[in-house]
C-alpha cells in the first residue's frame, strides 16, 4: 500500500510559479513511476507529467518548457515545478503512483491523493 499526500496548492497570478509535493508512504518508493494529473471543473481528469523510477520524465504537450517533475527518493517526495503559469492550468491537482514503468493512463495508476487546488487568475 502507498498513501499520498499533496501540498503546494494555491492561488497565483498568470504567469507566476507553485511548486507541488507529493509525499509517499510506503516502501519501495524508489522502485514506483509517480505521474501528476489534473482535473479542471466540467473537464477529465488528464496527464500532467510522469517520472520513472530511473528518473526518465515525460509531460503533456501543454505543460512542456513551464512544469518539471522531479523527485527525492531518500524524503519520498515527488515535486511539481509550475512555472508561466496559465488561467487554463486552473484544475485539482492529483499525484499518483504505478509500480512499473512509466505510464500516461490514469487506469495505469494504482494510487492516487486526495488532490490539492491549483487557481491561476487572469
Partial sequence: QVQLVESGGGLVQAGGSLRLSCAASG???SSYTMGWFRQAP???REFVAAISWTGY???ADSVKGRFTISRDNAKN???L???SLKPEDTAVYYCA???GNIATNQKSYDYWGQGTQVTVSS
Fill in 27 to 29: 516502501r519501495a518508493f
Fill in 42 to 44: 466540467g473537464k477529465e
Fill in 57 to 59: 520524465t515525460n509531460y
Fill in 77 to 79: 517526495t515527488v515535486y
Fill in 81 to 83: 515545478q509550475m512555472k
Fill in 97 to 99: 503512483a504505478i509500480y
